[in-house]
């Protein structure tokens, strides 16, 4: 199993431009969720999905979208890149479900650095 | 705003020597609480996974333990060695379906 993967692993934009950062995971998990991480920040939470064509948004949604269209796919899009989102950008998923066993582990993919200039 | 906070911040170790790493959290309604591990430049690994009826889990030389009424877990790391050396992150579920970090505590192991 590849477990969560993410596509670009490296990325530089300008003010303005749009990309797509893909993340897949091949464990059949329910739930999925992007995070950024920056110095001193931490981890916060931009979207997540309970499941195939659901989304929400986190603590940091403002400037992101996201679509969920197949279970092992969640798609974090920026629109129009600013700055102030030059960060490293992490995927993961979580199996829910009834019981203990394995419920609401979180694994994560291997991140996105992306710069915007 | 749910706070999840790490202390020391970074720490400095000669191998061979016990260790605890501590993470509060304000809110004691959790659901779960995890450690990770994060390498220079990489993503995060899951160490273990405490449910809210759980009072410790233990993998090989690493025991965490859950105190929900103090607001405490701390990761216990026994017979330290310098592959041991990286940022710990705890992490925070409570009821909704989101998870609360805390910015880490970054360890070196000294050979």
């Known amino acids: 199993n590849a477990g969560v993967t993410q596509t670009p692993k490296f990325r530089v934009l300008k003010t303005g431009q749009s990309m797509t950062l893909l993340c897949a995971q091949d464990?059949?998990?329910?739930?999925m969720y992007w995070y950024r991480q920056d110095p001193g920040m931490g981890l916060r939470l931009i979207h997540y999905s309970v499941g195939e064509g659901t989304t929400a948004k986190g603590e940091v949604p403002d400037g992101y979208n996201v679509s969920r269209l197949k279970k092992q796919n969640f798609l974090l899009g920026l629109e129009s890149a600013a700055p102030s989102q030059t960060s490293v950008y992490f995927c993961?998923?979580?199996?829910?479900?009834?019981?203990?066993?394995?419920?609401?582990?979180?694994?994560f993919g291997p991140g996105t650095r992306l710069t915007v200039l | 705003k749910q706070e999840v906070t790490q202390i020391p911040a970074a720490l400095s170790v000669p191998e061979g020597e016990n260790l605890v790493l501590n993470c509060s959290f304000t809110?004691?309604?959790?659901?779960?609480l995890q450690w990770f591990r994060q390498d220079p430049g990489k993503g995060l690994t899951s160490l273990l996974l405490i449910q809210s009826s759980q009072r410790e889990q233990t993998s090989g030389r690493l025991n965490a333990s859950l105190d929900k009424s103090s607001g405490r877990s701390t990761l216990y790391i026994a017979a330290s060695q310098p592959g041991d050396s990286a940022t710990y992150l705890c992490a925070v579920r409570y009821t909704g379906n989101q998870f609360y970090f805390g910015t880490g505590t970054s360890l070196t192991v000294i050979p």
């Open positions: 464990m059949n998990h329910e739930y």
């Open positions: 809110d004691s309604a959790i659901y779960n």
């Open positions: 993961a998923s979580s199996y829910h479900g009834p019981g203990l066993a394995g419920g609401n582990e979180q694994f």
